[in-house]
């Protein structure tokens, strides 16, 4: 059996310095750290490091549950997902990403097994099977996304209402009128309560009655040749559209591309406008207008709100709705 | 103490029953299975889940190691991670990704734990200090792409040779005779011993010579504005070019869009061809000519590979590096 005299021998440290590493009772510095974490695994201190991890039920690494096989992992999610690794890393804490479903059974077979201190959860449903997991095995959580009931859950998430209401007002203000969103597909059972869909559509609804627009929306699945699709239906149907707003941000660069394809030239005859895009704008021509998903600033958020709960600390302060934010491109202007 | 007795009656199951999905002895239907898995956690099995993971050292989950916050995790890597997620999941283990650094260092401290059966590396650097961090360990390990010292080790990779070739074939059969190759940046650290470069642009000047071709290379970062700024500059210093092949991924989207906007008429006066590319071609208009990177089947055939050892099986067989395929977009044609 190996003893932490070993280890503090084989580091060259006293045991006491293994023992703050072991117990994070004190800090080290990052070089003794690695030396004595090395002299562990090499002479084979590992079975005892899981018994510290049974133990005291820490193992300072937490989970991002995010259905990638389900939800296609791309831009956005890939933003989220390396804030939130690098809030983790700032705070000592590994950040690791687990591609389980959304309806709750792979996440039961690995919270099952105490391997990380906590979750984060993304691309929530409004009612969410994973949360009712987490609850019953009493692993601490917070969500990225908001479940319709939402009492007593830690959650961040991006403010839809006011990322619809600029969305719209700016196409308002240059002149538009007649305005097209292209929303989610609702009608794909892996969307039909997605949050972000539902509540940016209802947003979108309730903000162009507000300003009178008639209200038009086309739905469309994720992906760029489905966007390419849209266009053809937006053109066909509602020829005198001057304005559109996508939702998705593969279905964003598809309509965009599809109105070119077909002649129609953005922004002087119409315009484009995404509604929940990370920094895709630059990979379009022309540069797409967007409003920006805070993906950097939630990933961080969610995260951090959960480590203050592992921590014992005082919860996040608010706000914990964070707007996308206009970020001109080149692809919207007045109308003709 | 929670007993086995005590799962099999909560889950109206026989206590062998338990013991097949505990020790997993004998195949047991999925329904059955999670009856079980949710009977053990909401009666606080957990403890002895870990101490049989600790006694069989086995979790049946595996990590793939991507450095996402030195790497971009992009399309390509969001395509290798999902297909060896999938075929993680098709062998009932569960695979997670791990965004550790590529120094080894983070590596160090969550192999230490026994979280993991083994661990699928990826952004393999030609020398790469994390090998010898999972051979101290002992942790099973296979590579997706190649060190420059092979032995003993577990891999599937690109066949890069075979992709330079067949592209530069392509291009050569159209007419073209000005090329150029828009490289990654081998001056960045993050990227002066990263395999996928390295070898490609060696592939590139030795194709080129054997066709008597001038070889002309453009460092470039793995950026669109990077690669918009490649094609200012292969325009001014190289205006004569008919043919540009692009390395990374992002350069080429920008490169083409570049080119663009500088008033080059693609294909017609310059081709583009983008040289490891996941399927982003239908993002650019017009559709961007591929080499489409083997990401789907490479994801796949790693994560098989570290099965396979895991569980004893024989290795799997060759070939274990596989090319990009010429998948033709808009955006190549002869030379004016």
Known sequence: MVTMRDVAKRAGVSIATVSFVLNDTKPVTPATRERIELAMTELGFRRNMVARALASRRTRIIAMAYPALDHRFGFSAAEFFTSAAEAARQQDYHLVLWPVGNDGGELTELVGQSLVDGVVLMEVQLDDPRIAVLQRTRTPFALIGRTTALEGLTHVDIDFDTTVEDAVGYLHGLGHRRLVLVSGDL???????????????????????????????????????????????????????????????????????????????????????????????????????????????????????????????????PPHLIPAKLHLGESTAPPP
């Open 187 to 317: 009608a794909d059972p892996r969307f039909h309560t997605y949050g972000p869909y539902v509540r940016s559509e209802a947003a979108y609804r309730r903000v162009a009655a507000g300003y009178g627009i008639e209200t038009i929306v086309l739905e469309c699945s994720d992906s760029t040749r489905a966007g390419r699709e849209a266009a053809t239906r937006l053109l066909r149907d509602h020829p005198e559209t001057t304005a559109v707003l996508v939702l998705n941000e593969y279905s964003a660069l598809g309509v965009m591309s599809g109105l070119n394809r077909l002649g129609r030239r953005i922004p002087d005859e119409i315009s484009v406008l995404s509604l929940m895009a990370p920094d895709t704008a630059a990979l379009s021509n022309p540069e797409l207008t967007i409003m920006r998903t805070p993906g950097p600033e939630l990933g961080r958020l969610g995260t951090e709100a959960l480590i203050r709960q592992l921590e014992g600390a005082t919860p996040l302060p």
